[in-house]
């Protein structure tokens, strides 16, 4: 697959006034995160990570998601620390993430990214296998 932000993720970050950006939208993050009791946030499509960081520095464990390795790559530079965690992915993955024990029970710590990326493929890669067997009414176990 030709990946469009191979060239664009060093960049990436010029498009956007971020600081400006998440000025604005943290109270409403922290209202909701607070008013809800939301304590894990999954960050599908997270780019350069600047979302994901801000769940986390409010408190929440956070686990950002994008189908670009170059992308992944760049949030994981721009991390400093162990929290969030990115992982390459995208919303495929997301039912195989549900059921991987590693990343529902995850706390930040980006040693483990690897084996949880390497999860959800196996489970991906399973469901796939097992598509064809499957009829109307049938549940993934």
């Known amino acids: 697959m030709n990946d469009p932000y191979a060239t664009l993720a060093q960049h990436y970050d010029i498009m956007v006034d971020w600081a400006a950006r998440l000025a604005r939208e943290r109270p409403f993050f922290a209202r909701l995160l607070r008013e809800h009791g939301i ?27 994008d189908p670009s390795e170059p992308m992944i790559a760049r949030a994981r530079a721009l ?10 992915g995208g919303f495929a993955e997301i039912p195989a993430l549900r059921r991987h024990r590693r990343a529902r029970q995850h706390a930040g710590a980006c040693r483990r990214c690897p084996r949880i990326g390497a ?21 993934l176990r």
């Not at 991390?79 to 965690?85: A, F, N, R």
């Not at 999860?119 to 549940?139: K, T, V, Y």
Request: with cysteine.
């Open 79 to 88: 991390t400093l620390g162990d929290h969030p965690c990115f992982v390459l």
């Open 39 to 65: 304590r894990s946030v999954l960050d599908v499509g997270c780019g350069a990570g600047h979302h994901a960081r801000m769940f986390a520095d409010l408190g929440a464990s956070a686990l950002g998601l």
């Open 119 to 139: 999860g959800i493929a196996a489970h991906a890669r399973d469901a796939q296998s097992r598509r064809p067997a499957l009829h109307p009414g049938d549940q």
